[in-house]
């Protein structure tokens, strides 16, 4: 029953109960629908109602905003402008050579 929805389209399955097993279960429907309208986690296992309270937790699930610290509880710090941190790009892709051009130099006389 689990891999139910694995099947075609075309078939249906579904679980066989005893007749008084269902029978119990359709007086079990009307108390499942009030304990979840209540909040509480209910299902129906076999012929029992399965009854858990509902977690305070689910109800909000997003953060709690932080509050903004006042001015002068905090001492305001330095702040330092990003272009003194930054290299200049061109210095980066400067070429640079290994070895230095001879041809620049004045040759040795010879003697």
Do not use: H, W
Request: hydrophobic content about 25%.
């Amino acid at each position: 029953m689990k891999n139910k929805n694995k099947l075609n389209n075309n078939i249906y399955a579904s679980e066989d109960y005893p007749k008084d097993v269902l029978n119990k279960r359709r007086e079990l429907q009307s108390k499942l629908e009030e304990e979840r309208k209540k909040g509480n986690y209910a299902i129906i296992n076999y012929d029992r109602l399965i009854v858990k309270e509902g977690k305070p937790g689910n109800v909000k699930r997003k953060r709690d905003s932080p509050a903004s610290p006042s001015i002068s509880e905090q001492p305001c710090k330095q702040q330092f402008t990003t272009k003194a941190n930054r290299r200049n790009a061109f210095d980066l892709m400067r070429n640079r050579s290994n070895s230095l051009p001879t041809d620049n130099y004045p040759s040795k006389p010879e003697a």
